[in-house]
Nanobody, 123 residues
Framework: QVQLVESGGGLVQAGGSLRLSCAAS????????MGWFRQAPGKEREFVAS????????FYTTSVKGRFTISRDNAKNTVYLQMNSLKPEDTAVYYC????????????????WGQGTQVTVSS
């Protein structure tokens, strides 16, 4: 079992920045691909970004490319999502995910999910 705990959400004005963190409770963090999804009210859960086990490859949904950066620190068992130039449409609950073999866009393929952290961007 892997427990994921997100932090760093909050309220920010459009154009601002936030950095989300996700701490994983596992001794084998480097064995897991990590990612972020988000869900806005009334909408389906949406892939945001993912990163492979050693951080060699990263993937983003089109709407956040150039604004968001995913990274990981395997020594700290933590994955990050740096969000810049935030827009009101980025408002959502952001979830951290982990999986031993998958790093794609299908939420149902990820074995582990955090509880989520709210990000609200005001216009």
């Amino acid at each position: 079992q892997v427990q994921l705990v997100e932090s760093g959400g909050g309220l920010v004005q459009a154009g601002g920045s936030l950095r989300l963190s996700c701490a994983a409770s596992t001794r084998t963090f480097s064995n897991y691909a990590m990612g972020w999804f988000r869900q806005a009210p009334g909408k389906e859960r949406e892939f945001v970004a993912s990163i492979t086990w050693n951080g060699d490859y990263v993937f983003y949904t089109t709407s956040v490319k150039g604004r968001f950066t995913i990274s990981r620190d395997n020594a700290k068992n933590t994955v990050y999502l740096q969000m810049n130039s935030l827009k009101p449409e980025d408002t959502a609950v952001y979830y951290c995910v982990a999986d031993g073999s998958y790093y794609g866009t299908n939420p149902y393929q990820y074995d582990y999910w955090g509880q989520g952290t709210q990000v609200t961007v005001s216009s």
